[in-house]
């Protein structure tokens, strides 16, 4: 470890040279209340900043271990410090200042979500922040007296006002780390009391826009209020009672007519799987951990999966036990999103009549009698959904405005009415009884087994003319070797940095994990006990603050959408 002066003389010495030069600055250096480390230096003014990290010793730091003392806390707080950091950037810095990145400081941005990212760590005896530089140049020769500007005035004015405790506003922090800390309270309580998902009163539901996840501002909306008869209570640990409508386990519609916002509650339910920060209007909207949103998508890839308890006898006889196509159809996609889902384990799918096959749904009396039952490949998903739950004990949410047939399989019915929620369960039966429909159970037995898959380690190649490829376009691709995956419809992928995360724990599954005797199932396991003992640096491929964990769903759904990916699966198993 070098003296910061060190710095200030290197930065002096190279003033005005050609941008290479900067590679001397590479190293650690001694401040006086932290150690900067300068991790890789970039190799011009346009290319992707360099990678700079700051580490404060608790001594100054000096953050209360009460604040941290297990690991949600731990993460809420990162989270709150990463946007406290962030905030000072804007605050503190010039920004701009030359040719290309030149003079931007730059972290990690943050959704709504609060997600375990690399960009911060707190532990006993430190903080450390993971951020990137762009190191000034005009041209391509370096601006030193600027760089010193950056590193000795704005850098340790941005770690002090958002890393040392004394600085913090103490009560944002508190109530950002015990909502955080309350809401995977409810989630851990869910499944004890019977139920899926929870959605606090007053909740705030709707979002600025569709491509806007922040809260719909304005007067009209109407909060969420829980029907008296699913209305529960929880006692958390932080802020004292909440209450709210419990979804209770089993099978679940979602009606109402359109525009009555059905989807904008099912999406809330879909977000429920994260932790909000406070103020989203969500932060009390809790879904179980592993719940999947399920869609159509046709046009998907498809490798070896078995879509037989859904779709049997395609055309020229298509085995639907292992089947892999590079266009799916609506129908085949769905069926597949399900069963990846289960394969990858999940107990509650959410899925919106807006998005789905129509076929894939329902098939009523008089397509029964129209298109006979050996005719239609598709048994649709209201023969599955009472079997899936009886036999895997998967429940569903569904919003279906279109169908009664529904009332049929479902246990509770939620309708929305301008906005605001009732129980309509009693009504749908009495319904249900009094227009008896006579179309026909066409399920089976049973729901049928979910196969083990063992994908192929030849289905993985990172490389691209002779170097490791693997790049992120926004939250929608991986470019992996030289295969795109298409992500555009995994919904519950909510940063890109989490897709930067896929991309490298795709490779190192690849590289320490996958043959053809580990399933998908259980490299994802084994994954996950990584992520669980804190080792998450070792999944990825350097030390930087550019990634935010997924969850192991959206890991297999990106391996699902890889092009070259071939799986091995067990014939009768
Ligand atoms: N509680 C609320 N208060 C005010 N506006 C809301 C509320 N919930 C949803 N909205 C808004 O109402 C509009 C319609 O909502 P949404 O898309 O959920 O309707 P829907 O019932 O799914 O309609 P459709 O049947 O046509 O799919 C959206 O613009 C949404 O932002
Ligand atoms: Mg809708």
Not at 272 to 283: L, Q, S, V
Not at 290 to 318: Q, T, W
Not at 347 to 363: G, H, Y
Request: a positive charge; aromatic letters at 8%.
């Amino acid at each position: 470890m070098r003296w910061a002066k060190s710095l200030f003389l290197i930065l002096k010495k190279i003033e005005g040279k050609g941008y290479r030069a900067y590679k001397q600055i590479e190293g650690a250096y001694e401040f006086p209340e932290f150690c900067l480390y300068i991790d890789h230096v970039q190799q011009d003014p346009y290319a992707p900043p360099s990678r700079v990290r700051v580490r404060v010793k608790q001594r100054n730091a000096k953050i209360p271990p009460r604040l941290f003392k297990n690991r949600i806390r731990k993460i809420a707080l990162e989270d709150y410090l990463t946007r406290c950091f962030a905030k000072n950037i804007h605050q503190v810095a010039k920004g701009k200042r030359g040719s290309g990145k030149s003079g931007k400081i730059t972290v990690l941005p943050c959704s709504q979500k609060v997600l375990e990212r690399t960009c911060m760590k707190v532990n006993e005896e430190f903080v450390e922040v993971r951020f990137f530089v762009g190191l000034p140049a005009r041209g391509r020769k370096i601006l030193g007296k600027e760089a010193e500007e950056m590193f000795f005035k704005e850098v340790p004015l941005i770690v002090k006002n958002s890393l040392f405790h004394e600085k913090i506003s103490c009560k944002e922090l508190e109530r950002h780390i015990y909502t955080v800390e309350d809401a995977q309270y409810i989630r851990d309580h869910l499944k004890e009391r019977g139920l899926v998902a929870f959605v606090g009163n007053n909740s705030h539901l709707p979002r600025a826009s569709g491509v806007d996840e922040r809260p719909l501002l304005s007067k009209k909306v109407i909060p969420f209020t829980s029907p008296p008869s699913l209305e529960v209570t929880f006692n958390l640990p932080n802020s004292g009672t909440i209450k709210g409508m419990g979804i209770p386990q089993g099978i679940t519609l979602i009606v109402g007519g359109g525009y009555h916002g059905k989807s904008t509650l099912l999406n809330a339910l879909a977000a429920g799987c994260y932790n909000h920060i406070p103020g989203d209007g969500r932060e009390w909207v809790v879904t179980v951990e592993d719940a999947v949103k399920i869609r159509a998508e046709d046009g998907r890839f498809i490798s070896n999966v078995d879509i037989s308890p859904f779709i049997n006898h395609l055309p020229f006889g298509e085995d639907t036990t292992s089947f892999s196509t590079k266009n799916a159809s609506g129908s085949t996609s769905q069926a597949a999103n399900i069963i990846e889902a289960l394969e990858a384990g999940t107990s509650l799918l959410l899925i919106d009549e807006d998005t789905s096959a129509t076929n894939f749904m329902i098939r009523d009396e008089r397509m029964q009698e129209l298109v006979v039952k050996e005719k239609e490949p598709i048994t649709p998903l209201i023969d599955k959904i009472k079997l899936l739950y009886r036999d895997l004990k998967v429940s569903t949410i569904l919003v279906m405005g279109g169908s009664g047939d529904y009332f049929d399989v479902a246990d509770t019915v939620i309708m929305l009415d301008s906005y605001r929620v009732f129980d309509v369960s009693e009504k749908a039966r009495t319904i249900a009884k009094k227009h008896r429909t006579s179309r026909r159970f066409e399920g089976g037995e049973s729901f049928g087994k979910v196969k083990e898959r063992f994908p192929l380690k030849e289905s993985f190649n990172p490389y691209k003319a002779g170097k490791v490829n693997i790049k992120t376009r926004g939250k929608e691709k991986l470019i992996f070797g030289k295969e795109v995956i298409d992500l555009s419809c995994v919904e519950q992928i909510v940063e890109e940095a989490q897709v930067k995360s896929i991309g490298d724990i795709i490779y190192y599954m690849a590289k320490n994990i996958f043959n053809e005797n580990i399933s998908l199932r259980k490299s994802l396991d084994i994954v996950e006990e990584k992520i669980k003992k804190g080792e998450i640096d070792t999944l990825f491929r350097i030390k930087s603050g550019e990634y935010a964990l997924p969850r192991r769903q959206e890991i297999a759904a990106s391996i699902n959408r890889l092009p070259s990916l071939k799986c091995k699966t067990l014939k009768n198993a």
